[in-house]
């Protein structure tokens, strides 16, 4: 990463929403879904054209700095996208809610954070992820 700037800029929330909304298409078309119930007990879908995580993504950022980051923000956006399948045909993905997926992915790193070892996180991943939550929310008490 480049000097402190560089890292404000690459660390902040609506810069990596951006970079990663560029990963997908514009509009996804769900198709066929199949439903299963979890564990749990829960109702849940998976989009038949996406069965497992899309590997095209996952390969641009994995072993990269910033994987953590970029694939918790993807698994986010993917698990919203699953959520709406259920009820929707298609959806362009710039009118996915932006908080909902800030929301998703800070709630997905401060549980990670809690027990970094569990995840194979390093101390550059963990200090990566503290950074982001200090350049997101400069005046707040750090998770």
């Known amino acids: 990463m480049g000097g402190p700037k560089q890292m404000k800029y690459e ?17 996804i078309e769900f198709g066929k ?10 109702s849940s879908y998976s ?13 641009l ?6 994987e953590v980051i970029m694939l918790g923000l993807h698994h986010r956006i993917y698990d919203i996208l ?6 929707h045909l298609k959806v362009r993905l710039q009118d996915l809610r932006p908080e909902t ?5 800070e709630n ?7 027990s970094p070892k569990e995840f194979n996180w390093d101390t550059t991943t963990i200090q ?13 008490e750090k998770p």
Do not use: M
Request: glycine share 4%.
């Open 11 to 27: 660390l902040l929330f609506s810069s990596l929403y951006k970079r990663a909304l560029k990963d997908w298409p514009q509009e």
């Open 33 to 42: 879904l199949s439903h299963h119930i979890t564990p749990d007990g829960e």
């Open 47 to 59: 989009i038949e054209k996406f069965l497992g995580f899309p590997q095209k993504i996952e390969n």
């Open 61 to 66: 950022y994995l072993n990269k700095h910033d």
């Open 82 to 87: 699953g959520c709406s399948a259920k009820d």
């Open 101 to 105: 997926v800030q929301s998703e992915f």
């Open 108 to 114: 997905y790193l401060k549980d990670r954070l809690k």
């Open 128 to 140: 990566q992820v503290k950074d982001y939550f200090a350049v997101n929310y400069p005046d707040k």
